[in-house]
Nanobody, 126 residues
């Protein structure tokens, strides 16, 4: 059974930091790109950051470049998203997804996901 379990969300003041984790199981981790997506109330889901476990390439949305960093621990089948200098507009439900045979760029830009987690809430207060 495929599982993607997100953790690390919470309430933080603007300027603060959070680290999200996505623990994956049930598929061959090295063959997938793993990404983080977010959805705010009334808005479409958007790609935040993705990483390809096959070639290490990454994708970042323009709005998070320089503030967020994605990393992958293949030994633990876990992807992390370090979020610094958080802004109120970063608020949303953050989902982890896994996509086979795609680039990080395509996954993030086109919001691709073969498997999805349940999401973890991130709320940034002003």
């Amino acid at each position: 059974e495929v599982q993607l379990v997100e953790s690390g969300g919470g309430l933080v003041q603007a300027g603060g930091s959070l680290r999200l984790s996505c623990a994956a199981s049930g598929f061959t981790f090295d063959e997938y790109a793993i990404g983080w997506f977010r959805q705010a109330p009334g808005k479409e889901r958007e790609g935040v950051s993705c990483i390809s476990n096959s070639d290490g390439s990454t994708y970042y949305a323009d709005s998070v470049k320089g503030r967020f960093t994605i990393s992958s621990d293949n030994a633990k089948n876990t992807v992390y998203l370090q979020m610094n200098s958080l802004k109120p507009e970063d608020t949303g439900l953050y989902y982890c997804a896994a996509t086979w045979d795609t680039t990080a760029q395509a996954m993030g830009a086109r919001v691709l996901g073969d498997y999805w987690g349940q999401g973890t809430q991130v709320t940034v207060s002003s």
